[in-house]
């Protein structure tokens, strides 16, 4: 395996769970809002605020990482 090809795929792994903790910030904000997770009724302040987060860091966090490694790349 080359250089290039281990940077690639440490890259592609590092991709991979940013999407996946976005992924799961985001059911646990759904969780906290629509259950009885953190109190009776469910805390939709609060469970908005996390999905917000998780939504953030699976559509945003990947773009900006890629923006941080077009730089290194320069």
């Not at 109190?39 to 999905?51: I, K």
């Not at 945003?60 to 923006?67: I, S, T, W």
């Given at each position: ?57 699976a559509l945003l966090g990947p773009?900006?990482l890629k923006r941080v490694w077009?730089?290194e790349a320069r």
């Amino acid at each position: 395996m080359s250089n290039e090809e281990a940077l690639w795929r440490k890259r592609f792994a590092i991709f991979a769970l940013l999407r996946i903790s976005g992924l799961l910030l985001f059911l646990l904000g759904m969780a906290i809002t629509f259950s009885d997770l953190i109190r009776p009724g469910g805390f939709v302040e609060l469970g908005l605020v996390v999905t917000g987060l998780g939504l953030a860091d699976a559509l945003l966090g990947p773009v900006l990482l890629k923006r941080v490694w077009d730089k290194e790349a320069r």
